[in-house]
């Protein structure tokens, strides 16, 4: 007699635990560590390493570097674009099809000449701030709608181009406090993926208030 038994469906994506997708943004290569441009990247780096999770190579068609893990039942993907920062959108746009991550739990993390140095906010929406890399991965998501991690970077001293300027390492007399920036920046993060954005958003004026 055949097997009338229904059969198992293999899961789908859909049915499997929230996900948030946090993608650091930075320049790939050892010239580039250590600037200013790459405190994203540094931010996603510190993720993977508290829960010992390893980056790898993201699918084919994907330009990024991924890392799987989970936070309570969370599911949360941590990416490293593979990209140099003008053209981020090519990494990020794929992790979000991909991964079928909904806009409000995209996190871009990147650097903000805006703020003040080692300063923190978060925001959702609105536009680029001037930062190449958020504005690609504007157009290739196709919204605004996500939401940001703004590492505070400072502006350049004098007549400095800005560009000549993020691409520098931080001086010796900064790296303290730029390693403290990305810690809390990776707070931030974990909080988002618990608590949601408005957690994240209260939390990182807490740290960035005047002491």
Same mark, same amino acid.
């Given at each position: 007699?055949?097997? +009338?038994?229904? $059969?198992? &469906?293999?899961?789908? /994506? %859909?049915?499997? !635990?929230? *996900?948030?997708?946090?993608?650091?943004?930075?320049?790939?290569?050892?010239?580039?560590?250590?600037?200013?441009?790459?405190?994203?990247?540094?931010?996603?780096?510190?993720?993977?390493?508290?829960?010992?999770? +390893?980056?790898? $190579?993201? &699918?084919?068609?994907? /330009? %990024?570097?991924? !890392?799987? *893990?989970?936070?309570?039942?969370?599911?949360?993907?941590?990416?490293?674009?593979?990209?140099?920062?003008?053209?981020?959108?090519?990494?990020?746009?794929?992790?979000?099809?991909?991964?079928?991550?909904?806009?409000?739990?995209?996190?871009?993390?990147?650097?903000?000449?805006?703020?003040?140095?080692?300063?923190?906010?978060?925001?959702?929406?609105?536009?680029?701030?001037?930062?190449?890399?958020?504005?690609?991965?504007?157009?290739?998501?196709?919204?605004?709608?996500?939401?940001?991690?703004?590492?505070?970077?400072?502006?350049?001293?004098?007549?400095?181009?800005?560009?000549?300027?993020?691409?520098?390492?931080?001086?010796?007399?900064?790296?303290?406090?730029?390693?403290?920036?990305?810690?809390?920046?990776?707070?931030?993060?974990?909080?988002?993926?618990?608590?949601?954005?408005?957690?994240?958003?209260?939390?990182?004026?807490?740290?960035?208030?005047?002491?």
């Amino acid at each position: 007699m055949p097997d +009338r038994r229904p $059969r198992r &469906r293999p899961a789908t /994506r %859909a049915r499997e !635990a929230p *996900l948030s997708l946090i993608v650091g943004l930075r320049n790939p290569g050892a010239r580039y560590e250590g600037t200013r441009h790459n405190v994203g990247g540094d931010v996603a780096s510190v993720l993977a390493d508290r829960h010992d999770a +390893r980056f790898k $190579r993201a &699918r084919r068609f994907i /330009r %990024a570097e991924v !890392a799987e *893990l989970r936070i309570e039942a969370t599911r949360m993907v941590v990416a490293r674009p593979s990209t140099f920062m003008n053209e981020s959108g090519q990494a990020v746009a794929p992790l979000v099809r991909y991964y079928k991550v909904e806009h409000a739990d995209l996190v871009v993390v990147h650097d903000d000449i805006d703020l003040p140095f080692g300063k923190l906010k978060v925001q959702l929406g609105r536009g680029a701030g001037g930062n190449n890399g958020v504005a690609s991965v504007i157009r290739s998501v196709g919204t605004s709608d996500f939401w940001r991690i703004k590492c505070g970077v400072g502006r350049p001293p004098g007549r400095m181009d800005p560009a000549d300027y993020v691409l520098r390492p931080f001086a010796v007399a900064e790296r303290e406090e730029a390693a403290l920036m990305i810690q809390r920046a990776a707070d931030v993060a974990e909080l988002f993926v618990l608590e949601g954005g408005e957690a994240a958003r209260q939390r990182a004026g807490e740290l960035s208030a005047p002491e």
